[in-house]
């Protein structure tokens, strides 16, 4: 029943972030526009980045690109920095 009740929840949830995903551009209200405008280059990172966990939204050139793109990534997240070395 609990579990029911979270899958009911998520579904909707996740239908109302995919119609907010889809409306245009020009329909979106100011706040809207600021929010895309500020997540686009994080969505643009976190795609070349992280492949995705669900097939269906696997992309053959997305699957090309991470190779290079998330290896780099992960090499340069975990290489300690100057400042961390002494810790």
């Not at 996740?14 to 809207?32: C, G, M, T, W």
């Not at 643009?44 to 097939?55: F, H, N, S, Y």
Request: with cysteine; glycine share 2%; proline share 7%.
């Amino acid at each position: 029943m609990f579990l029911s009740k979270v899958k009911n929840l998520l579904d909707a949830k996740r239908a109302i972030s995919e119609e907010k995903e889809n409306k245009p551009f020009e329909e979106k209200d100011l706040l809207e526009k600021i929010e895309y405008c500020l997540l686009y280059p994080f969505q643009i990172a976190r795609k070349l980045t992280i492949l995705p966990c669900e097939e269906e939204h696997y992309d053959k050139y997305q699957t090309f690109i991470w190779p290079f793109t998330g290896v780099l990534f992960m090499v340069w997240a975990i290489q300690p920095t100057p400042s961390m070395l002494w810790v």
